[in-house]
């Protein structure tokens, strides 16, 4: 069974810019979060879909914004792209909503010059 | 809100040395608790979860129980190995009247050597 997959593992951008980045969930799944993992904050949560809808959202700026498709694939945006935004993004999915484990991807690395 | 709180290390241990990593939590309500594990390059791999309290979760001799009354959910291994060199993640993740993300501690290096 083919895990999470998330596409691209490597961007590169300056300020200024928007980017998206590509989340296919494990085949069967139908909740996907997006996280940010950086050395100075850690993990930190921010959406998770269902069902084509956002379901909640941690404290990040509108200019992070996220969909998913109704095979259950998401994608996150970007927009205005700040220094502060370099990070590893990850993708998780799980089977449905509530206390079930998520499942990561490897992330995309984004490096903002 | 809720919180989690772990020892950052870097923690270094011989092969075979017994581990633990503490982990304690605040939350609301009754959260389920997880440890992840991240390799280099990689992403998060789930280790092990409890979903209520005494739950004894385990995986690849790795185990931790869900102890409500201390509000921790402490790793142990009795006897490591160089490949378990990894960050390992405590994590907890409440969904009282909705879908919440998981929160997660700051992370523990662990180092093994041979």
């Known amino acids: 069974k083919a895990g999470v997959t998330q596409t691209p593992r490597y961007l590169i951008k300056t300020r200024g810019q928007q980017v998206t980045l590509s989340c296919s969930p494990i085949?069967?799944?139908?909740?996907v979060s997006w996280y940010q993992q950086t050395p100075g904050q850690g993990l930190q949560f921010l959406f998770e879909?269902?069902?084509?809808?956002?379901?909640n959202k941690g404290n990040f700026p509108g200019r992070f914004s996220g969909r998913q498709f109704s095979n259950s694939r998401s994608e996150m945006n970007v927009s205005t792209l700040e220094l502060g935004d370099s990070a590893l993004y990850l993708c998780a999915s799980s089977l449905d909503l509530g206390n079930q484990p998520q499942h990561f991807g490897d992330g995309t690395r984004l490096s903002i010059l | 809100g809720n919180s989690v709180t772990q020892m950052e290390g870097p923690v270094t241990l011989s092969e075979e040395a017994f581990l633990t990593i503490n982990c304690t939590y605040t939350?609301?309500?009754?959260?389920?608790l997880f440890w992840y594990v991240q390799y280099p390059g990689e992403g998060l791999q789930l280790l092990l979860k409890a979903t209520k309290a005494d739950d004894k979760g385990s995986n690849k001799g790795f185990e931790a129980t869900y102890r409500k009354e201390t509000t921790s959910f402490h790793l142990e291994k009795g006897s490591v190995q160089v490949s378990d060199s990894a960050v390992y993640f405590c994590?907890?993740?409440?969904?009282?009247?909705?879908?919440?993300?998981?929160?997660f501690g700051k992370g523990t290096h662990l180092i093994i050597q041979p």
């Open positions: 085949s069967g799944h139908r909740s």
């Open positions: 879909y269902f069902s084509e809808t956002q379901r």
């Open positions: 939350a609301t309500g009754y959260p389920s």
């Open positions: 994590a907890l993740r409440y969904s009282g009247g909705g879908a919440d993300g998981l929160t």
